[in-house]
């Protein structure tokens, strides 16, 4: 057994189907009662209608989120929730959505309210992906780890099949980096473990069958799982990756990490043989990162960069940018072997070792 440090952390979870009814009562039980409801602009209509469902507790809605958090969304989201005077926050949706409330708590310390709506993970954990100029940052911060998170399986029921891979992916790709992290230690990974095994169960049931109740409440499990597990430990090369090339090309967020893993995972392959041995055993296969770029083909999600909109000059650029500052790997990084991760996963081919 080797020494290990271990930090939870401190964020109240309610999971079940139809616990967006408990939502007033936990406005209560922390005080709030002047609550602004974020939402991406698709969203819109929903946030509005859980706002009146709140009454006197909704101040407002704002409905602009964007993806990776773009710092002028954000400052134009703080000048709205303070004129309204608001105490607190609650974020329905998404990454996005997420990402707004906790860039929203780090500038004004207001608590939050999470109801996740896909299996981003983000709500579990403290960490800040922001934008500026094309330029994707993050940091860690207590400020910005929700104090409440409300997991209602009905909500993941309408998510498209395609979406719901994709973003079941991402999912996995936080606990798959948790197992070979710099701060790994025995809970995480049995809680990476067990998530990835739940998600890569359901997701190819919910691409045949989106309103398999059983499946949606597995992967909406595994996805809590998955974000305890990328808010407790270091993340490695594949979310610079993702963080680069989303930033640089403003690509989506849930199919870059879909694409992108497979080929991270065998790039550190060769480091990480006792991880490589507890992905064959609970995925079920001799070659894990085959495996899951295989999974994306089943679940319907997008295999190639290209198809996403990354241009194949960005190739060179997203190699540059991940080799400098880079984060922690436990392989070391070579510009000729990443910049050919980044080119298979810019063409939809199969990972290579």
Same mark, same amino acid.
């Given at each position: ?29 922390? %005080? ?38 773009? /710092?002028?969304?954000? #400052? @134009? ?9 608001? @105490? ?80 079941? *992916? ?5 606990? /798959? ?9 025995? /809970? ?20 045949? !069958? ?9 992967? *909406? ?17 594949? =979310? ?22 497979? =080929? ?7 480091? /990480?043989? !006792?991880?490589?041995?507890? *992905?064959? !055993?609970? *995925?079920?296969? !001799?070659?894990?990162?085959? #495996?899951?770029? @295989? ?13 996403? %909109? ?9 190699? @540059? ?18 910049? %050919? ?13």
């Amino acid at each position: 057994m080797e020494p290990f440090v271990y930090n939870g952390q401190p964020a109240r979870v309610i999971f079940g189907s139809g616990t967006i009814r408990q939502l007033p009562e936990e406005l209560d039980r922390l %005080g709030l009662t002047r609550v602004v409801v974020l939402a991406t602009p698709p969203r819109e209509p929903e946030a509005r209608r859980l706002a009146e469902r709140l009454g006197d507790r909704a101040a407002g809605v704002y409905a602009r989120a964007t993806m990776h958090t773009p /710092v002028e969304i954000t #400052e @134009d989201a703080v000048r709205v929730v303070l004129d309204l005077k608001a @105490d607190g926050l609650v974020a329905v949706g998404g990454g996005s959505t997420t990402g707004l409330a906790k860039a929203i708590a780090l500038r004004t310390d207001l608590p939050q309210v999470v109801v996740p709506t896909t299996y981003a993970g983000s709500e579990m954990t403290p960490i800040l992906g922001e934008t500026r100029d094309g330029v994707k940052t993050t940091q860690s911060s207590p400020k910005v780890l929700p104090e409440v998170v409300v997991y209602d399986i009905d909500l993941t029921l309408s998510l498209p099949a395609a979406i719901s891979g994709a973003s079941g *992916l991402n999912a996995i790709a936080h606990a /798959v980096e948790a197992l070979y992290a710099r701060e790994r230690n025995p /809970v995480i990974s049995l809680m990476a473990t067990e998530a990835i095994g739940a998600l890569a169960a359901a997701l190819p049931v919910i691409a045949i !069958d989106p309103g398999d109740r059983d499946a949606r409440g597995k992967a *909406l499990y595994g996805a809590w799982l998955c974000g305890i597990c990328l808010g407790s430990v270091g993340m490695a090369l594949h =979310h610079k990756l993702c963080h680069t090339l989303g930033g640089s090309f403003d690509l989506p967020h849930a199919e870059t990490h879909a694409i992108v893993l497979p =080929h991270a995972l065998a790039y550190n392959a060769p480091a /990480v043989p !006792d991880v490589m041995m507890r *992905l064959r !055993d609970v *995925l079920g296969t !001799d070659d894990p990162a085959v #495996e899951l770029y @295989d999974l994306a083909g089943r679940v319907g999600a997008r295999r190639a960069l290209a198809d996403i %909109g990354m241009p194949e000059s960005g190739i060179e650029l997203a190699t @540059d940018r991940a080799l400098s500052n880079p984060y922690w790997n436990p392989r070391p990084l070579e510009h000729d072997p990443l910049r %050919g991760l980044i080119a298979r996963a810019y063409a939809g081919e199969r990972p290579r070792s």
